[in-house]
């Protein structure tokens, strides 16, 4: 009798990187015999990542709750003025959200051999109902000091309940073996289109610095752009995928710094063709201020890219080494700097790190990670 496991998350209605890494393991699971599902706590057609046909799927309207549209609107009413009525709200829409994945799990919870929460909140929701909890495993994609007073200080220690918690950086695994001895470490599975990559024609890429991920003040990208006005970047380009909040301040960073010739912005790409822009550049570049994992890094090591990234807490010092590239001590732009402009003054030294990078890809394949969920869940009990 194949197992069944059920996910639960909030939405596949657009690009998140929660929801794809979920679906990429789900899909995985499915095709190796598991009988899988996944619970979305919103409704809608949920098709942005594309998942296996032979998965079930479930979804609860969170936002249908008496509370998102009883409460909320009297207090945009009479709280108009309320410095913390945003907070409040949300709030208000946690609480309905419990309230409706706690029905629906109490009347379904039976039908699975394994519940995966695939977010810190849905976990510590869970973590309060022992029953549901003690065939729950929590899947931490975020770093351990979100959560503040409530989801954090208050709720956390119930952690203690699930069945296990599944961390993807070794920091975490730390913190939450305090709460559960059932923690393991378990990177992101990367999925296609990285996976089906096999070799690399190294001679056909260009000379592209690269960066993909959003453009947003934590993402620090008006660092890297600060870097390469103070390099000669000779043939060189710089470019930047994604989008976000700080994208029309980096484009005005970067007339500033007279670099448009030397910086193109692409926009939000599909990821076959950020895997296509990852294969014709070499070095990706990384500045990021906190990350859970990083796992664009791992993408740009599958598609033979050297890294040079700041080391944040708390994953690129579980990625990143001599093999692959550099690890910069925090805020250390004039170590970045030198690291960058050695490997653009060397050719040979940059040809011999990308392909050591991507041979160090192998070490990341989905076969490794789906090894270790295969044996959690025919082995971890509570």
Same mark, same amino acid.
């Given at each position: 009798?194949?197992?069944k496991?059920?996910?639960?998350?909030?939405q596949?209605?657009?690009?998140g990187?929660?929801?794809?890494v979920?679906?990429?393991?789900?899909?995985?699971?499915?095709?190796?015999?598991?009988?899988?599902?996944?619970?979305?706590?919103?409704?809608?057609?949920?098709?942005?990542?594309?998942?296996?046909?032979?998965?079930?799927?479930?979804?609860?309207?969170?936002?249908g709750?008496?509370?998102?549209?009883k409460?909320?609107?009297?207090?945009?009413?009479?709280?108009?003025?309320?410095?913390?009525?945003?907070?409040?709200?949300?709030?208000?829409?946690?609480?309905?959200?419990?309230?409706?994945?706690?029905?629906?799990? %109490? $009347? @379904? !919870?039976?039908?699975?051999?394994?519940?995966?929460?695939?977010w810190?909140?849905? =976990?510590?929701? /869970?973590? *309060?109902?022992?029953?549901?909890?003690s065939?729950?495993?929590?899947?931490?994609?975020?770093?351990?000091?979100?959560?503040?007073?409530?989801?954090?200080?208050?709720?956390?220690?119930?952690?203690?309940?699930?069945?296990?918690?599944?961390?993807?950086?070794?920091?975490?695994?730390?913190y939450?073996?305090?709460?559960?001895?059932?923690?393991?470490?378990?990177?992101?599975?990367i999925?296609?289109?990285?996976?089906?990559?096999?070799?690399?024609?190294?001679?056909? %890429? $260009? @000379? !592209?610095?690269?960066?993909?991920?959003?453009?947003?003040e934590?993402?620090?990208? =008006?660092?890297? /752009?600060? *870097?390469?006005?103070?390099?000669?970047?000779?043939d060189?380009?710089?470019?930047?995928?994604?989008?976000?909040?700080d994208?029309?301040?980096?484009?005005?960073?970067?007339?500033?710094?007279?670099?448009?010739?030397?910086?193109?912005?692409?926009?939000q790409?599909?990821?076959?063709?950020?895997?296509?822009?990852?294969?014709?550049?070499?070095?990706?570049?990384?500045?990021?201020?906190?990350?859970a994992?990083g796992?664009?890094l791992?993408?740009?090591?599958?598609?033979?890219?050297?890294?040079v990234?700041?080391?944040?807490?708390?994953?690129?010092?579980?990625?990143i080494?001599?093999?692959?590239?550099?690890l910069?001590?925090?805020?250390?732009?004039?170590?970045?700097?030198?690291?960058?402009q050695?490997?653009?003054n060397?050719?040979?030294?940059l040809?011999?790190?990308?392909?050591?990078?991507?041979?160090?890809?192998?070490?990341?394949?989905?076969?490794?990670?789906?090894?270790?969920?295969?044996?959690?869940?025919?082995?971890?009990?509570?």
């Amino acid at each position: 009798m194949p197992k069944k496991i059920l996910f639960i998350y909030y939405q596949n209605l657009k690009p998140g990187g929660v929801a794809r890494v979920m679906i990429n393991l789900a899909n995985e699971l499915c095709e190796n015999g598991y009988n899988i599902s996944i619970l979305f706590l919103m409704e809608g057609e949920h098709t942005f990542y594309k998942i296996n046909p032979k998965i079930k799927i479930h979804t609860v309207d969170s936002f249908g709750h008496w509370g998102f549209n009883k409460v909320n609107p009297v207090l945009d009413k009479y709280l108009k003025k309320f410095r913390y009525r945003y907070s409040l709200k949300k709030y208000v829409y946690d609480f309905g959200q419990w309230d409706m994945m706690n029905e629906w799990l %109490k $009347k @379904n !919870h039976s039908q699975f051999d394994t519940i995966i929460s695939c977010w810190y909140k849905l =976990s510590a929701q /869970i973590s *309060v109902n022992k029953t549901i909890a003690s065939k729950t495993l929590a899947w931490e994609h975020s770093n351990f000091e979100v959560g503040g007073k409530i989801w954090g200080n208050l709720l956390r220690p119930k952690y203690k309940n699930l069945k296990g918690i599944i961390c993807i950086n070794k920091a975490s695994v730390d913190y939450y073996k305090t709460f559960n001895h059932n923690t393991f470490l378990i990177p992101n599975l990367i999925g296609e289109p990285f996976e089906n990559l096999e070799n690399i024609d190294f001679s056909s %890429k $260009k @000379n !592209h610095l690269i960066y993909v991920g959003r453009l947003d003040e934590d993402k620090n990208v =008006s660092s890297i /752009i600060d *870097v390469i006005s103070n390099i000669d970047l000779k043939d060189f380009i710089f470019k930047i995928i994604g989008e976000g909040p700080d994208l029309e301040n980096l484009k005005r960073l970067a007339e500033d710094k007279n670099l448009q010739s030397k910086i193109i912005f692409t926009g939000q790409l599909s990821i076959d063709q950020i895997k296509n822009e990852l294969l014709d550049s070499k070095i990706f570049l990384f500045m990021s201020k906190t990350e859970a994992f990083g796992m664009v890094l791992l993408e740009a090591m599958f598609c033979g890219n050297a890294l040079v990234s700041y080391d944040c807490n708390y994953g690129p010092s579980d990625i990143i080494n001599q093999n692959n590239g550099f690890l910069v001590p925090m805020n250390d732009k004039k170590k970045f700097q030198e690291n960058l402009q050695n490997l653009i003054n060397e050719p040979e030294v940059l040809n011999n790190l990308i392909q050591s990078s991507f041979q160090e890809s192998f070490q990341w394949r989905k076969n490794k990670t789906f090894v270790q969920w295969d044996k959690i869940f025919n082995s971890t009990s509570r």
